[in-house]
């Protein structure tokens, strides 16, 4: 191989002309970075750096260019080379396509890439380091690489059954609108926002025939989201999302156990109060998923607090009726209802309260048999990303971590296809 070809194909810029390499040197004088000085082959010039119509050219930009490319062996590297403007038809004067990079970008397109599949399965120390890059520029890349995934396909295609929820960031203080497909368990849609202007606009990104197509749409208790559904997908069956109901009473007993946990510290049963306190997540994991410390704790609360064991049983039970589903979820609801009705915890008879004005749309939901597993990975996997994103100065990031990472839209490696 001729050592032009050689160097083209180490750098994934195959059909690219590379005229020349050369060693920079760093302050201590050793060697600091590789630049790859290449030419466009004739075919590939004079295009629109957006639709890559072929355009006439215009001027010669702000000369050469360099752009991040990934490192070579333990030395960054970068590719080199003119960046004249075209101007296009459509998109005026601009600089002109290049194949080794995205439109604007200041990394290539191997770079972007490797950035993006690293974001979406990695740690962000580790993105940073192993790529000598900040937080805010992976929240850039992410985001032009996720724009150009969701732009090539269309992602309503056969969107029959629908989970809407909102999902806070920021701590707390910004809201996403976020929707996801059931039958395949990806997410489909994400906006900034938690009203009904905002869920409008995904209604009208899916058109009028598609929303004619949707059977059953889940959501928590919210009336902005049961307003714009009636509106618009009048034919569409209101599902209660069982996560929110199973959330209900989970907070339920967070609030039962504080309440038997500031008793016992104000009786001065000190060592019933620490054992209380370190209890809670005895209470609320999945007793499948329990340790055996965590085992004992429970057999411990069962002997020592009856009141706060019952609103265990109590939330545990619940869970139980979207595990049956079916008439049988329905049919051990109705017994539910009854048991914390009578329960004398008042946080419960309120949650039975709020599951009887919901009813219908809970009851829909255990007649569609309406999993709950596939959403509520989602949910938990995007509240995981919220936190990752933190750092990132906008929400478009974050949203664009959340389609690479949820919606399948994350590209392979440069050159694994
Ligand atoms: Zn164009």
Redesign the pocket.
């Known amino acids: 191989m001729r050592q032009a070809s050689v160097w083209a194909r180490l750098l994934g810029v195959q059909g690219t002309i590379v005229e020349e390499v050369t060693g920079e040197e760093d302050e201590g004088g050793e060697l600091g970075a590789v630049v790859v000085g290449v030419r466009l082959r004739k075919a590939d010039a004079g295009?629109?750096?957006?639709?890559?119509?072929r355009?006439s050219g215009y001027d010669r930009g702000e000369g050469r260019r360099r752009w991040r490319h990934l490192d070579l062996g333990t030395v960054r590297s970068f590719i080199e080379a003119e960046a004249p403007r075209?101007r296009?038809?459509?998109?005026?004067v601009?600089v002109g396509w290049v194949p080794w990079a995205r439109h604007g970008a200041g990394h290539t397109r191997a770079f972007d890439d490797t950035a993006a599949w690293l974001a979406v399965r990695t740690a962000k120390s580790a993105v940073v380091e192993l790529l000598r890059i900040g937080w805010r520029t992976v929240g850039r890349i992410i985001t032009r690489v996720s724009a150009e995934a969701t732009a090539g396909v269309d992602r309503f295609a056969g969107l029959r059954r629908i989970g809407i929820d909102e999902i806070s960031y920021k701590r707390g203080h910004r809201y996403l609108t976020v929707v996801v497909d059931h039958d395949r368990g990806r997410l489909v849609w994400a906006a900034v926002g938690h009203d009904e202007n905002s869920l409008h606009r995904f209604f009208d990104a899916l058109g009028e025939e598609r929303c004619a197509a949707i059977t059953l749409i889940s959501a928590d208790a919210a009336s902005w989201i049961a307003n714009v559904v009636r509106e618009r997908c009048e034919h569409a069956v209101l599902c209660m999302d069982p996560f929110h109901v199973v959330q209900w009473a989970s907070r339920a007993l967070d609030q039962v156990r504080r309440e038997v946990w500031n008793a016992a510290r104000r009786g001065g049963q000190r060592a019933l109060a620490r054992e209380l306190k370190g209890a809670r997540f005895a209470l609320w994991k999945n007793p499948e998923d329990l340790t055996e410390r965590q085992e004992a704790k429970l057999a411990m609360i069962e002997k020592t607090n009856y009141r706060l064991y019952r609103a265990y049983l109590l939330k545990e039970q619940l869970r139980q009726v979207f595990h049956l589903r079916g008439r049988r979820g329905c049919r051990l609801l109705d017994h539910w209802l009854a048991w914390a009705q009578r329960s004398r915890l008042p946080a419960f008879v309120k949650v039975a309260r709020s599951i009887r004005t919901h009813r219908s749309s809970i009851d829909a939901a255990l007649m569609h048999e309406l999993s709950n597993a596939r959403v509520e990975a989602i949910n938990t996997r995007l509240r995981l990303l919220t936190r990752i994103a933190f750092g990132f100065r906008s929400p478009d990031a974050l949203i664009a971590l959340a389609m690479l990472s949820l919606a399948g839209h994350c590209p392979p490696l440069p050159d694994r296809r």
């Open positions: 295009r629109c750096g957006i639709c890559r119509r355009s075209v296009c038809r459509d998109h005026g601009v």
